[in-house]
């Protein structure tokens, strides 16, 4: 398993493939793969390989190529369920945040865990190390930014998704290692 999560790159879309390829589903939005660049590019959600997550540590890089008001982001989604309860890594143009939304009854509830001003310029690469370790979540942004989260509460394991709202971005997934 560890070996073919550290192949994910290799497993993505080519410009005709179907909608699921070697367990990446594509239920929203259209994405593509650059097999020369590595990018996964896109717009929407989709899934990893991985399956059910808890704990991982991933290493990536994003370029968000859209992203035109504060509300648009793009990032990652991480303990995903189909209830709508999830984690969420999100760089916005003025901002990084870290928040945890969850349903009770038909109520949605969305709380941040963390967030912090950053410039997230258009077109350029940022790299990111994102680590998960029960309800404690780490995110090093660039050289610099670092949020810290600690949910008493843990979401269980679940999905773990790239994601964009009102956004284009490419990502660049260099390791997934899960515990």
């Known amino acids: 398993m560890r070996r073919l999560l550290l192949l994910l790159p290799l497993l993505l879309f080519a410009a005709d493939a179907p909608q699921e390829i070697e367990g990446w589903t594509n239920p929203k939005g259209q994405w593509s793969y650059d097999a020369k660049s590595g990018e996964i590019c896109g717009a929407g959600t989709i899934e990893s390989v991985a399956g059910s997550v808890s704990d991982f540590e991933m290493t990536f890089q994003i370029c968000i190529d859209e992203c035109t008001d504060a509300y648009n982001m ?5 303990r995903a369920n189909e209830t709508g309860a999830r984690y969420k890594l999100s760089l916005r143009p003025d901002r990084v945040t870290l928040d ?13 865990l963390a967030s ?12 990111i190390i994102l680590s998960v ?16 989260a600690v949910d008493p509460e843990p979401l269980p394991p ?22």
């Open 74 to 78: 793009a990032g990652i989604s991480f």
């Open 158 to 179: 679940a999905k773990l998704e790239l994601i964009t709202f009102r956004a284009t971005a490419r990502f660049k997934i260099k390791k997934l290692k899960t515990k």
């Open 133 to 148: 370790r029960g309800g404690k979540m780490e995110a090093r942004i660039g050289r610099k930014t670092t949020l810290q």
């Open 116 to 127: 912090q001003p950053m410039s997230i310029p258009k077109g350029q690469w940022i790299p």
């Open 100 to 112: 945890k939304s969850w349903v009770e009854g038909e109520k949605p509830n969305l709380k941040c």
